[in-house]
Structure formats: structure tokens, C-alpha cells
């Protein structure tokens, strides 16, 4: 097999199952006969080494280059056109797809194929808005706030104060949610300070403009505050390390979001929430809160360093889960404070605790549960009509708030619960880390 030579990150590619995509699966099987229907990638004799996962960007276009090994190939086809001659080449065991193919399309996955002794291989053309090399091109995300973007190399604010992204630097009271795709393909966004009083600009002269629920009164209370104001639906942030986040929190909290409604996936946190702001609602690892009723919010396969300081505790992953939170897991920087379901007689928490069984109104307001690690609590509460109510409601799916040795045995990350070996570098000994997807 040849070794393909470093590929400009605009148009480079990689194997699905390296990259780990949402709903990615990785390649395996036979090459299908039947061309219009259904593919089950894979590859066969004739085809030795091939890309599932292709880039266009729309920014700065550029060919689109696919290393792949056979001996000729029969035609491509984009969206079900059959590509003219002149529209592609394949040599040295690259094809490469014409720039102009690609250039009337829009952000989002699209469908190329490969035909090869009358059988093919499907290649998703990922069409991005930019390719992110800079702080600059970072910032830039917030004038197209439902695009797709891949970091091309480290980030490092310098620990400069940064404004949310959804939140308008010019316009103190507009407010928007991030309905994009984020892919840190590996990469770090580093050294980010969240401040999120604005000194005096906005109605309530205290906060980042009004809070979300028309009070104003409430000095912004309610305002989501993290790298992104809030994600939504079809938000997807993957495969980044954030590194070094200062939040001072305010309202809901959290080093990626101060509302998660979309995918967080494949992302590790180091992180400290400062709460000492007397505005400071919901602090989390990740999310201040993750899902609603109208919005699901699925944080999976996230690892967790974090430390807080200041009047109101920060959970592990989310404060508040009314989503889903699946193979994750945090652990405290500093020090490891008290289990929520922490048995003093036997030193140890049960192997059957469950967290939803465990947190009820009651608890609550019986315990407070204020200083005790969690990874979220499942649900949610609030004020109705005078009374305090609390709404059960999410998933904790094998996550936990662990103690930092748990890291240290990558039997703790097995492959069938989503730890991609493709994605994630797991060393007896050592921290997990992201690969970084080169080019």
C-alpha cells in the first residue's frame, strides 16, 4: 500500500470510524451490486484503501482529493449524476472531484460514489463553511451560527475574556442559538476566559443583557453563558479538546454550553466554574443544563477535569439533566468531594445506585445534595404557583463523577460502549486524549 502524502485540510480525508461522526458507522463489509439502492461500504480485492468522509469548504474551495487504492475506476456519481470525464481524474491512487461539482451547494453531508467492477463505494462529501486556523476564523462563526466547521490546528485565546458565541457583541440584547456542526477533528480550543458580566451594558445594567425570561428585574439570571450561548437541535459539537476554560458563571453555566440542546460527543473538558457571582443559577462541566422539553440534548463519550469555586456547587457533566448523558465521566481537579450516594459505613457507593431512584423533591429539600459530586441531576425544578416542584425527567446512562485513578485503566473505556480506539488514545497509566485527525 502507498503512504498518501499530508492533504491541504480543505479537502482532506479520513476513514469514518476515524473521525466519529454522529451516526457515522465504521466501514465494514462487502462493496453492494446494486447501485441504487442502500450501501454497505466496505471493500473488496479491488479496492484497498478508500475515504469515507470527504470535505468541500465553502470559505476558500478548493478540488476535493480522496486517496484511494484500485486499479481503475468505472465511473463517479454525485447525487446520482454520473460525473462528466472532465469533472474528475484518478491518478496515483487519488481521485479527485472538480471543485465546480461542489461550488452551488450548501453546508451539510452529501452523497458521492465510486463505481468499481460494477459495484461501488459510497463517500460522504462533508460541505463546510470554513476550516477554522485561528481565533479569528473562530469568532467568525458567529455570523452563521447554522454552519459547518472543523478546526485545522490548536486555538489558543491566551486567556484573552471571550464574548459566547450566539450572544452579538454589537447588539448587547440579541440572542441566538447554535444549530451548527462543530468538528474539532482532534484539535484543542484552549485558554478561554467566559466573563459573563458585561459591566454595566444590556437593560438590567448588571448582566449580558436581558434575561430569557422577560424579567427584567432578574439582572440576566437566566442567560446562557459558555463558549456557545446555546445549541440546539441539530447542533453538533465533536471530537474537541477544551482546555484550560475559565467560566465566571452566571445564569445557566458551562465550559461548552450554557444550554445544550443538540450532540455533544467525543469532547474532553478541563475546566473551573467560579460561582462566587451572586447570579450564578446552573453550573456544569460541560452544560449548565442538558435538554428540555423541547430539546433532547445528548452529551456521550465526554471526559471531564473540572474545579469550582464559589457560593453554588457545579456538577460533573450538567447540572440539570432533562436529556441524555451516556458514557461520560468527570472527576474533580483539586480534590474529591462526597458521592451523592456515598455510604459512610461501607466507604464506598453502591454498585446499584442509581441516581434517578435517588434524587426526588424530597432528597432535595431534605439534604440540600449541594456539595455532593454528581454527574447531573436527572430532571428538573422549579417554582409553580408558589410551590417547589420537581420534574423527573432524563437518562444517565453508565456516567458517573469518578476519583482521577479511574482514567488511569483504559479497561474503563471499552469499544462497545462508544470509546473509539480510531478517536480516543487510552493508556495504561496515562489521561485519555484525542487523536488528532492529521492531514
Not at 437566566?222 to 479538546?241: E, L, V
Not at 404557583?385 to 488511569?408: A, C, H, P, Q, T
Not at 485503566?409 to 480506539?421: I, L, M, R, T
Request: negative net charge.
Amino acid at each position: 500500500m502507498k503512504k498518501f502524502a499530508k492533504i491541504a485540510v480543505a479537502a482532506a480525508l479520513t476513514v469514518c470510524g476515524v473521525l466519529g461522526f454522529a451516526g457515522c458507522d465504521k466501514v465494514e463489509g462487502t462493496l453492494t451490486d446494486a447501485p441504487n439502492k442502500g450501501v454497505v461500504a466496505g471493500v473488496s480485492k479491488n479496492v484497498g484503501k478508500y475515504s469515507a468522509i470527504a470535505y468541500y469548504e465553502l470559505d476558500r474551495p478548493d478540488d476535493v482529493k480522496i486517496p484511494f487504492e484500485t486499479e481503475k475506476i468505472q465511473k463517479v456519481s454525485f447525487k446520482y449524476r454520473v460525473l462528466d470525464s472532465k469533472e474528475y481524474k484518478f491518478k496515483d491512487d487519488t481521485l479527485t472531484v472538480k471543485k465546480s461539482v461542489f461550488k452551488s451547494e450548501t453546508a451539510g453531508d452529501k452523497r458521492l460514489r465510486i463505481f468499481v467492477d460494477n459495484q461501488y463505494v459510497e463517500v460522504t462529501v462533508r460541505v463546510v463553511t470554513k476550516v477554522i486556523y485561528n481565533t479569528e476564523d473562530f469568532n467568525s462563526m458567529r455570523s452563521n451560527l447554522n454552519g459547518a466547521y472543523v478546526l485545522g490546528a490548536d486555538i489558543d485565546f491566551g486567556n484573552e475574556e471571550f464574548w459566547p458565541i450566539g450572544k452579538s457583541i454589537s447588539d448587547k440584547e440579541s440572542t441566538a442559538t447554535f444549530e451548527g456542526i462543530f468538528d474539532g477533528m482532534g484539535y484543542s480550543v484552549k485558554n478561554i476566559t467566559i466573563n459573563a458580566y458585561d459591566n454595566g451594558e444590556g437593560e438590567d445594567n448588571l448582566g449580558q443583557g436581558p434575561s430569557l425570561d422577560g424579567n427584567k428585574g432578574e439582572n440576566g439570571r437566566n442567560y446562557n453563558n459558555g463558549i456557545f450561548m446555546s445549541t440546539g437541535g441539530s447542533a453538533q459539537i465533536i471530537n474537541t479538546n477544551f482546555v484550560n476554560i475559565t467560566v465566571n458563571c452566571q445564569g445557566l453555566s458551562g465550559s461548552i454550553a450554557g444550554f445544550n440542546g443538540g450532540l455533544i460527543k467525543n469532547c474532553k473538558v478541563t475546566c473551573t466554574l467560579n460561582t462566587n457571582g451572586d447570579y450564578s443559577e446552573r453550573a456544569g462541566g460541560i452544560a449548565g443544563i442538558n435538554g428540555s422539553v423541547d430539546a433532547n440534548g445528548r452529551i456521550e463519550n465526554c471526559i471531564v477535569f473540572y474545579s469550582w469555586t464559589g457560593k453554588v456547587p457545579s456538577r460533573g457533566i450538567a447540572d440539570w439533566n432533562s436529556g441524555v448523558i451516556k458514557n461520560s465521566f468527570a472527576a474533580l481537579k483539586d480534590d474529591y468531594v462526597f458521592h451523592m450516594g456515598y455510604d459512610s459505613e461501607t466507604k464506598s457507593i453502591p454498585e446499584d445506585f442509581d441516581y434517578d431512584e435517588y434524587i426526588t423533591l424530597d432528597n432535595f429539600t431534605t439534604y440540600g445534595l449541594g456539595w455532593y459530586t454528581s454527574p447531573a441531576f436527572p430532571g428538573s425544578m422549579g417554582w409553580v404557583d408558589g410551590e417547589l416542584k420537581y420534574y423527573k425527567g432524563g437518562d444517565i446512562e453508565n456516567s458517573d463523577v469518578v476519583r482521577k485513578e479511574f482514567f488511569l485503566d483504559p479497561a474503563n473505556f471499552p469499544e462497545e460502549e462508544g470509546w473509539d480506539k480510531d478517536i480516543w488514545n487510552f493508556t495504561y497509566g496515562a489521561y485519555p486524549s484525542l487523536k488528532t485527525q492529521n492531514r
